[in-house]
């Protein structure tokens, strides 16, 4: 019973670590360099959630304080820290595509199998070609 | 005071404003980029110079930034670890200069600009991460300079540098996930996010959701230091970058994981309980660090995967110190660190000179090449023996001191392994050695190359000649960092 | 595929191992939503009670952003234009070509372009009105990036990067970094301290939106030039 209600009381941030964890499976397991990013997206949603549910107040208003409001407020710090880290995780994202592109111009796939074929490939040509230059 | 105090936001500001305004001013001028970097990371050098000798002279001190409290508001602070920004700083100087030959060669004319601000932007990041006093700003700063070196990685032309630097970008940014989750923890717990306010309030704390945080922080910033398992990413993406980047990234941006480490073990200082089985876990983890990175090292074809894999086993050398959790151990892994950084980006532009000069990265075509380039050459030989920890060069300070350590704590198997990993990298360090010097040239590249232009050898010789000085003033050194040692883990035997 | 099928599986135990110890520290954090946890009795009562009045700002995320802890939001600006940096230092030299050849329906075409002056005009409100309202300065720049996102779409993304030259695009994006690190400076003879804003009212507010609107419009042509990376438009 007492389980039931710390964990009832809890559910957002559980719910943020099945977020987590959701986002950890699909980048640790999946095979396509696409997902792996959604994967991390995931992740980081699940921490902005979490985060920002730290500041939350039961029957809170934003914390727009204009004179003679009596509050309460939700706590303004987790909001501030929660949008630096959207920042940063555009930022995160967009190189990490630009990156994909480039590895699909040069490999020709953004799937981790058929990269590792085509490196396989690309070793055993380099070294037929050092082999047939070696005094070059 | 106050007027002191300044300088410090101005350590980080400096070269980040300095790296945006790189491409507004010189985006078709590369050369009058590199001379600009060059000039911002020069007088960056000389604020933290400043700032150091501040340290010395008159002990630690703070900064509020904005005037704010230090809870509202963010703290910087100077002490002992803040002090590596002096040594980033000048490294960072000195690839500056080496890249601007190379660079004009790896990276396309239109994107140098770009290549130099994100030089300038990754100190820029790592001067705020080394100051900073607050848990959330040390996060931002890292992201800073961790995208930028993402991007650095990637700016090489191979294919495999792409991949490589995905690799990295994923890991890392997980790993830094796992410490905005952590800063998410503490400040549930505490409602702060200065580190010292946090940490008294964490010292009186259930140690349960603190485990956590403890958990999440010293992940993460192991991941970014590369400590055995979580090392993976390392060797690619520092192969693969181009020689300047590989030295800054070997140097100090593995670094920077190290002095995460230090920070959250300020930040969990009152709390032995957890802290103990966490120091046993990263005794033994480096141990297999030091040793694996350094069988691996061995093994190399391509010299810039041995210098890679070499600071995997560094790495290992540091996390060992700081497990042990001795007086001598912590104070001989942190000034290893600053050691190591020297010798490794030393050898990371040595090897980029050769690189250069010939196109050949196998230690095996490299061979007869000492005495085409002989300053180059010699400062690769040089810094080798200093990395394998023979007296009195730089390696062996923290090495020595770290055994000493392990022999305090009682762990007489730690000395072997430092011991068979110290015989291991001289066995590599003599097999390049060797083929340098005594094996006659076997590619036309090598017999036809000469001597690097000075923008390279200068530096690597400056480094080398740094490598035996630092190696002599081991013991201020010791002296310097002791306190620090102490402080960050309450009392050490 | 035996060896992905073992690594899933190893995966799967990893992850279980890992939700178990987290689920169980995170059920011990303070419950959210209780007023007497330390994360709202210890520097937030701090800010709800005092920090309107001492940051110039009602509301209290700009207020914490762009006053408190500046530094955390100049080091934000900057990772943002870093990434564009980044992205331009490594976009591949071969554009990626295969664009949609299927031009939108009229209906969307039209209703994107009539929105387009909308949006701007929303963005700029969202932007100034930051110190008081819901909104601000990284809010606005969405905005913005996403009317430059929306009109590529409907127009061709190399027409809407061209409508300003390579130069000005890249002062825009620096827009952001450089009012900044000025207002950062200003602080050092106006308030004592680097990224202090003066305690004077009037300039308070004078700099509060000067910094809004160079965070509005750099995040804004950042995002917009992430998109042209991206799409193979960026032709500087």
């Known amino acids: 019973m007492k389980i039931a209600a710390t964990a009832l009381s809890h559910v957002d941030y559980l719910v943020a670590v099945a977020l987590f964890l959701t986002g950890a499976w699909i980048l640790l397991t999946s095979g396509n360099l696409v997902k792996k990013v959604i994967g991390l997206n995931i992740m980081e949603t699940s921490v902005f959630a979490f985060i920002v549910t730290t500041g939350m107040i039961d029957g809170g208003a934003p914390p727009l304080v204009a004179p003679g409001d009596p509050g309460p407020f939700a706590s303004p710090l987790p909001h501030a820290l929660v949008l630096t880290g959207i920042v940063v995780a555009v930022s995160v994202t967009s190189l990490a595509l630009v990156l994909i592109l480039r590895v699909r111009a040069e490999f020709g796939s953004v799937e981790l199998d058929e990269i590792a074929l085509s490196l396989a490939a690309g070793d055993t040509a380099e070294q037929s070609e050092r082999h047939g230059s070696a005094d070059d | ?493 | 595929m035996n060896r992905r099928r073992a690594g899933r599986i190893l995966t799967a135990v990893l992850i279980a191992a890992l939700a178990v110890p987290l689920m169980y520290g995170m059920v011990q954090l303070p419950a959210p939503g209780h007023a007497d946890a330390p994360a709202h009795t210890n520097v937030s009562a701090g800010y709800i009670e005092r920090g309107a009045e001492l940051g110039g700002s009602e509301n209290l995320v700009t207020g914490v952003l762009l006053n408190f802890r500046a530094l955390d939001t100049f080091g934000e600006v900057l990772v943002i234009f870093t990434a564009w940096l980044a992205v331009a230092a490594v976009a591949g030299t071969a554009s990626n070509a295969e664009r949609d050849p299927v031009p939108p329906s009229p209906v969307v075409d039209y209703v994107i372009r009539l929105l387009g002056p909308f949006i701007a005009i929303f963005a700029l409100f969202v932007i100034v009105n930051g110190h008081v309202l819901p909104g601000g300065g990284f809010q606005g720049g969405v905005l913005l990036g996403a009317m430059l996102i929306l009109l590529s779409l409907v127009m061709d993304a190399e027409t809407v990067a061209r409508a300003v030259s390579a130069r000005s695009w890249i002062w825009l994006r620096a827009t952001g970094v450089l009012v900044f690190a000025m207002v950062a400076v200003m602080g050092l003879p106006l308030a004592g301290y680097l990224f202090g804003l003066p305690d004077e009212p009037g300039l308070r507010q004078v700099l509060t939106v000067a910094l809004e609107l160079g965070i509005g419009i750099g995040g804004g042509a950042v995002l917009a030039g992430l998109f042209f990376a991206i799409a193979g438009a960026d032709r500087s």
């Open chain 2, 1 to 493: 005071m106050i007027e002191w105090s300044h300088w410090l936001p101005i350590l980080a500001m400096l070269p980040l404003v300095g790296g945006a305004l790189t491409p507004l001013l010189f985006r078709h001028r590369p050369a009058a980029a590199c001379f600009w970097a060059v000039s911002v990371a020069s007088v960056t050098s000389v604020v933290a110079i400043a700032l150091l000798l501040r340290l010395v002279d008159s002990g630690g001190f703070s900064y509020a930034v904005g005037g704010w409290l230090p809870q509202y508001g963010i703290e910087l602070r100077m002490d002992e670890v803040g002090a590596f920004a002096v040594p980033a700083s000048l490294l960072v100087l000195l690839s500056l200069v080496f890249s601007r030959h190379y660079v004009a060669r790896a990276v396309d004319a239109s994107r140098v600009s770009f290549y130099y601000a994100l030089v300038l932007i990754n100190l820029g990041g790592l001067n705020g991460f080394l100051v900073t006093g607050d848990l959330f700003n040390l996060f931002v700063f890292m992201e800073i300079f961790s995208v930028s070196a993402y991007a650095l990685v990637a700016t090489a032309r191979e294919p495999i540098a792409s991949l490589a630097a995905l690799k990295y970008l994923l890991l890392g940014a997980a790993s830094s996930l796992l410490v905005l989750f952590s800063v998410g923890v503490v400040f549930a717990m505490t409602g702060t996010l200065n580190l010292e306010d946090a940490a008294a309030a964490l010292a009186l704390s259930s140690p349960m959701p603190a485990g956590l945080a403890l958990a999440g922080l010293a992940t993460g910033f192991a991941v970014k230091a590369a400590l055995f398992p979580v090392h993976f990413w390392l060797p690619d993406a520092h192969a693969a970058a181009p020689a300047p980047v590989s030295a800054v990234l070997s140097a100090l941006v593995v670094k920077a994981g190290i002095v995460g480490v230090l920070r959250t073990l300020e930040l969990f200082g009152g709390a032995e309980s957890l802290l103990q089985p966490l120091l046993h876990l990263v005794v033994w983890l480096g141990a297999l660090g030091a040793l694996g990175g350094a069988l691996m090292a061995l093994v190399q074809r391509d010299i810039k995967l041995m210098l890679a894999y070499s600071t995997v086993a560094n790495i290992g050398y540091i996390f060992i110190g700081l497990g042990l959790a001795t007086a001598s151990a912590v104070s001989g892994a942190m000034v290893h660190a600053v050691n190591h950084a020297v010798i490794k980006s030393a050898l990371f532009l040595a090897a980029g000179a050769m690189i250069h000069r010939t196109g050949l990265r196998n230690i095996d075509d490299l061979r007869g090449l000492g005495r085409r380039m002989p300053v180059t050459a010699f400062g690769m030989a040089f810094t080798l023996i200093a990395l394998s920890g023979a007296p009195p060069m730089a390696g062996f300070t923290g090495k020595w001191q770290i055994a000493l350590g392990a022999l305090q704590a009682g762990h007489p198997s730690l000395v072997a392994v430092l011991v068979i990993a110290g015989i291991v990298v001289l066995a590599f360090g003599i097999r390049v050695i060797n083929a340098l010097y005594f094996r006659p040239p076997a590619r036309v590249a090598v017999a036809s190359a000469t001597e690097a232009p000075a923008s390279m050898w200068l530096p690597v010789l400056m480094l080398t000649i740094a490598s035996l000085a630092l190696g002599l003033a081991g013991t201020p050194m010791l002296e310097f960092v002791g306190p620090a040692a102490q402080s960050i883990y309450g009392t050490l035997p």
